[in-house]
């Protein structure tokens, strides 16, 4: 069905979610018959070299973190035996206006719900907001002096023992480049789920986030449909019945101990992660080219 019947239907959401999403299981039965194919080199762009691994599927963030849509993502990688690759972009901006990052920085721990159904969810600022708004994330620092990527990415192998800095990889080199031409970036990234990875991602068919959906990322999912006959990769992040909640950017409220908060304002126990032993020491993880991310 082409898109214009697609758009025509934008309030039927099953409809548009089978155009965009692919069911986990068929999709990891295309990767690998795509990888297979005599004539797969045809989709070989610029991919960045990290990719060049069988059963890859993507997670596009700024920073890897362990809230709830990741667990999410590790354990459906877990169960049908992918490689997760967190492809991250640590150069991009801090935004407090951004929900995404305002997440990063103001982190919401949920413990359950309570006894008149509401979501019990405590928070906890762990960055200056004005000191950080306007640079890269990379510059940033919570309120102990820590490097604000490598808290959560430190987080995130200390919750998965499975995962490791190989997991992880900054692609921001990768994505300026293509964020340069108009539409570039859209583009590039959805050529790379041709026969290269699986992503793990939730086009939002509601609220704020509908417009990005139907006027930016499913123009460019159709082009790449009409020139190359088959459909980018992608597999709902989210739970239909959670489609663009909050909870995603919560985390388990055992995590709550670990944040780093202004021990001078906040006279609380005192968490153990200062001595936390980095598992991202020595390791590089910057992509090599071959030749936003805000969501995509």
Not at 66 to 71: A, D, G, L, Q
């Amino acid at each position: 069905m082409p898109l214009s019947d697609y758009l025509e239907q934008q309030h039927d959401h099953d409809a548009l979610r089978q155009y965009i999403y692919t069911p986990i299981e068929e999709a990891i039965q295309l990767l690998d018959a795509r990888q297979k194919q005599k004539h797969s080199e045809l989709f070989d762009f610029d991919v960045p070299e990290v990719l060049y691994r069988p059963r890859t599927a993507i997670m596009l963030r700024q920073v890897a973190t362990p809230n709830f849509e990741m667990r999410r993502v590790v354990a459906l990688c877990d169960k049908h035996q992918l490689s997760l690759l967190i492809l991250t972009f640590q150069e991009d901006k801090f935004s407090a206006d951004n929900d995404c990052k305002h997440a990063l920085g103001r982190m919401g721990f949920f413990g359950g719900i309570g006894r008149h159904g509401g979501q019990k969810i405590r928070y906890s600022t762990i960055i200056n907001f004005n000191e950080c708004n306007g640079r890269p994330l990379s510059e940033c620092q919570t309120l102990r002096g820590q490097s604000l990527v490598k808290f959560h990415h430190n987080l995130l192998l200390q919750e998965f023992p499975q995962l490791s800095a190989d997991n992880i990889a900054d692609n921001s080199d990768w994505i300026i480049r293509h964020s340069s031409k108009t539409a570039g970036l859209y583009l590039a990234n959805l050529k790379l789920l041709l026969k290269h990875a699986i992503l793990f991602e939730t086009f939002v068919l509601s609220g704020s986030e509908m417009d990005f959906t139907l006027t930016k990322f499913l123009p460019a999912f159709q082009k790449i449909v009409d020139t190359f006959g088959i459909k980018p990769l992608i597999v709902c992040s989210d739970t239909p019945d959670r489609e663009g909640d909050e909870y995603w950017q919560l985390y388990p409220d055992h995590l709550h101990e670990f944040a780093p908060y202004d021990r001078r304002k906040t006279p609380r126990y005192e968490a153990p992660f200062d001595s936390f032993i980095s598992a991202m020491a020595g390791c590089s993880n910057k992509t090599k080219p071959v030749n936003k991310i805000n969501r995509l």
